[in-house]
């Protein structure tokens, strides 16, 4: 069993900067591929960017590249999700997911992920 939590969510004006964390237990962390996601309310969560388990393999939605930067620390079973230029169309409760996988690879469908935590609530005012 997997437990991830987010953190760092809240209130940014237009143009501002936000950076998410999640911290997964479990003893296999640097097995995982780690995603975020992100959803709004009547919507179909989304994929926002993806990591490999080396972090040599990174992948960005459309809607973010260039803005958003997502890294992880091994040592400290984390992933980061650096939010800059905040949109106002950026608000949405953020995700973040985990999977193991054996083969260096990101992973971009809700469906390939087993474990997910709770959400950050992220909200940019225009």
């Known amino acids: 069993q997997v437990q991830l939590v987010e953190s760092g969510g809240g209130l940014v004006q237009a143009g501002g900067s936000l950076r998410l964390s999640c911290a997964a237990s479990?003893?296999?962390?640097?097995?995982?591929?780690l995603g975020w996601f992100r959803q709004t309310p009547g919507k179909e969560r989304e994929f926002v960017a993806t990591?490999?388990?080396?972090?040599?393999?990174?992948y960005y939605a459309d809607s973010v590249k260039g803005r958003f930067t997502i890294s992880r620390d091994n040592a400290k079973n984390t992933v980061y999700l650096q939010m800059n230029s905040l949109k106002h169309e950026d608000t949405a409760v953020y995700y973040c997911?985990?999977?193991?996988?054996?083969?260096?690879?990101?992973?971009?469908?809700?469906?390939?992920?087993?474990?997910w935590g709770q959400g950050t609530q992220v909200t940019v005012s225009s």
């Open positions: 479990g003893r296999s962390f640097s097995n995982y591929v």
């Open positions: 990591i490999s388990w080396s972090d040599r393999n990174i």
């Open positions: 997911a985990a999977v193991v996988s054996y083969r260096d690879y990101v992973r971009v469908r809700t469906s390939e992920y087993d474990w």
